[in-house]
């Protein structure tokens, strides 16, 4: 069945520092999108990626969409305490409106 | 607007209970999904409402059920509670499409 793999599970690191999470899948994904979640609050969309090879980018978020539309990334340039929080990636095939989410990747920032 | 509300926000019952839980989706929004988060995981998909129809299932029995209201709420239902269905419940509303989904804040549910 559908299935996204995401990692790392956890990454910490000292504010400033970069940050990067992948998510890959077995299939050829029609879409991909991003979200993250705040300890103790909900998921809340951040991007959605169509396009082989697309990449879109939100002040310091890039995000990446892989040219076989197998994998995505999601990297944040010089971390700050106010991107603490859980990042997921979520598939949907075919035109569904089903999310299939990925284990997340949490992030911890030390101040 | 007041985006994507869940009622009741935090739920305490007991094995073999019964429990509903609500779910107001955003303004202009038709489709209403129902996700079950266990902690430290992600959301797995339960169900997913359109036009007062069940139009996709995950991989959950059918002690949980739905329903969709005409004004495109919904109500997720679970029945004979398991100690393991304690988990985050969230409803995320869309436009139909493979689009942008809103989350509501959740439903805490314990189950002791």
């Known amino acids: 069945g559908q299935q996204v793999m995401q990692i790392p599970q956890y990454q910490h690191v000292q504010e400033g520092e970069d940050f990067t999470t992948y998510c890959n899948s077995s299939?050829?994904?029609?879409?991909i999108q991003w979200y993250k979640q705040r300890p103790g609050g909900h998921p809340v969309f951040l991007i959605q990626?169509?396009?082989?090879?697309e990449v879109k980018k939100q002040k310091r978020l890039t995000f990446q969409f892989g040219e076989a539309k197998k994998n995505s990334s999601l990297h944040i340039t010089a971390t700050q305490t106010t991107d603490v929080g859980t990042y997921f990636c979520?598939?949907?095939?075919?035109?569904?409106?089903?999310?299939?989410f990925g284990k997340g990747t949490k992030l911890t920032v030390n101040p | 607007d007041a985006g994507v509300t869940q009622s009741p926000t935090h739920l305490i019952k007991t094995r073999g209970q019964q429990v509903t839980l609500r779910c107001s989706p955003k303004?202009?929004?038709?489709?209403v999904s129902w996700y079950q988060q266990a902690l430290g995981q992600g959301p797995q998909f339960i169900f997913q409402?359109?036009?007062?129809?069940?139009?996709q299932r995950g991989n959950f029995p059918d002690r949980f059920s739905g329903h969709q209201f005409p004004n495109y709420s919904s109500e997720l239902n679970v029945n004979a509670l398991l100690l393991g269905d304690s988990a985050l419940y969230l409803c995320?509303?869309?436009?139909?499409?493979?689009?942008?989904?809103?989350f509501g804040q959740g439903t805490r549910l314990t189950v002791v």
């Open positions: 995320a509303s869309s436009s139909t499409g493979p689009a942008e989904a809103f």
């Open positions: 299939t050829t994904l029609s879409n």
């Open positions: 990626l169509v396009k082989s090879g």
């Open positions: 979520a598939e949907t095939q075919g035109g569904s409106e089903k999310l299939v």
């Open positions: 303004s202009g929004h038709d489709t």
């Open positions: 409402y359109y036009e007062e129809e069940e139009r």
